[in-house]
Nanobody, 124 residues
Framework: QVQLVESGGGLVQAGESLRLSCAASGMIFSINAMAWYRQAPGKQRELVAGITSGGITTKYADSVKGRFTISRDNAKNTVYLQMNSLKPEDTAVYYC?????????????????WGQGTQVTVSA
């Protein structure tokens, strides 16, 4: 059974940093592209960042470029999201998902497993 478990969320002030982690089990992690999504209250879920299996290619939402960094450690079956210079508009539940498909866009083709989510709240 594939499982993704996120951790690292919390309440921070604007300008501070957080690092989210997503530990995978039950999958051959190293061959799968992974992604972070977020969903704020009353808004649609959106892709935040994606990373290919070997970590060579990454994708970021325009709103987080230059502030967030996605990375992975295939030896630890873990994908990370380093979030710097956080803004109140980054407040959301953050989800890890994989495997995801990528090309002209990154998406879940129905085969991804999703984590339970971790809350990130940024106060002004």
């Amino acid at each position: 059974q594939v499982q993704l478990v996120e951790s690292g969320g919390g309440l921070v002030q604007a300008g501070e940093s957080l690092r989210l982690s997503c530990a995978a089990s039950g999958m051959i992690f190293s061959i799968n592209a992974m992604a972070w999504y977020r969903q704020a209250p009353g808004k649609q879920r959106e892709l935040v960042a994606g990373i290919t299996s070997g970590g060579i290619t990454t994708k970021y939402a325009d709103s987080v470029k230059g502030r967030f960094t996605i990375s992975r450690d295939n030896a630890k079956n873990t994908v990370y999201l380093q979030m710097n210079s956080l803004k109140p508009e980054d407040t959301a539940v953050y989800y890890c998902a994989g495997p995801v498909r990528y090309g002209s866009r990154w998406y879940d083709d129905g085969r991804a497993t999703w984590g339970q989510g971790t809350q990130v709240t940024v106060s002004a």
